[in-house]
Each structure stands twice: as structure tokens, then as C-alpha cells.
């Protein structure tokens, strides 16, 4: 398998990630690390040292914090694209330029469509403001859309193993993470996308952040 085929240079020391390990989006950066081998040291999004940092980020780039020496950076596909183009030479993203621009698109929708919708449909979100109008016709649209990207998500399974073909990369990955966080979701109607989920499942270091902390 093609995914540690590529030289990837270490940094000078041990990257920083706060991070709160159940949170969806620092656990597609946490895992990118572990797959492309790079040195790292997980911190508590919540500790002291974080808080210094988290000025240096907007307001809605703080569900995890990467620091390498200076470089601070708090969107998780902006941390991967930094990893990408500064030491993994695009790793685990496909095996050529167009696998990886393919990638970089699939992740940036996951990140930024797919995980918007999921969250405005999320029960908690449902509990806030159950009496107001507007919210209720958000989470409308987002169920319609959700529903959408699902149709179109098992069309492509019906002929592809994974996203780019034969072979999990790892926009597979993150896209499969951000579905697991729904938990409250039945994809009974979607079986390739389900076929798809149990197939990612298998890809190295899934479990580890996955299972519980205190498993």
C-alpha cells in the first residue's frame, strides 16, 4: 500500500495539537499525524498554555490549535495543507496531483459543508432554541441537504471502494470521521455509504481515535 511511500521530514521538535479529543475536527488532524508518522504532543484545549495562543487564531478556527515553533494555525485543512506543503510532501492524500487536489477538495467539504449541516441538525442544537423560527428552518435545510450529499455519496460507492477509486486515502478518512460523530444518524437508506464506512474503519489507527479516552 502506497501510504508511507513518500519521505516525510520531521520537525525541529515535537509539534503542539491542543485539542479536545472528542471533538470531531481535532480528530481528523490527530489523526493525520499518526498516520504520516510525525512527532507530536497533545495538549488540553482547555490548559493554560492554550488559552495564551488562542488569540493568535480567529475566534472560529479554535476547535484545535497546532503550533510548530512561531507558526500558529487553528483550522483543521489549513493544519493538514501546512503539514502537506512544509514536511509530508502530500502523504496519504493520493498518488498524483490530481488525487491530491481531489483530496484537498473532499476535505475542505467535509470540513466546512458537511460538518456545518450535521451540526445545525444535531440535537443539541434542536434543544437551544426550540421556539425560534429562523433556527427551525435552518435545521430544515440542513436535513434536505444532508440528505442530498448522501444520494450522492452512495452513487459514488456504487462503483468505488473509496473516494479516489481502489485505494483509501485519507480524505476517506476525515469524511468517515465527521459521519461517525453523527451518531443519532440512520444511513439504512444509503447502504454503499454504509458498505464505504465499515471499509474506512479497517485503515490504520482508526481505533485510536475513536474509542473512548478512558476505554
Known sequence: KQWYQRRVRGPVEPFKVF???GN???KIVWLYLLESQLPFTKVSIQSKESEKIQGLVPSFCKD???TDGKSTIGQPSAIIRYLCENYTNNLLM???HGHVSQSFSWLHWAISVLHRDLFHMSEGEL???PEDMAQSELVKNSLDSVSLYFDMLNKIFETRDFLLG???WFCDSALALILENAKTLNLG???HLTDWL???HSQPNWETVTLPADR
Request: with cysteine; proline share 4%.
Open 189 to 191: 437508506s444509503w447502504p
Open 198 to 200: 465499515e471499509r474506512v
Open 19 to 21: 485539542m479536545d479529543e
Open 24 to 26: 470531531v475536527l481535532a
Open 127 to 129: 434543544q437551544k432554541h
Open 64 to 66: 484545535c490549535l497546532f
Open 94 to 96: 493520493g498518488l498524483n
Open 166 to 168: 481502489r485505494e483509501a
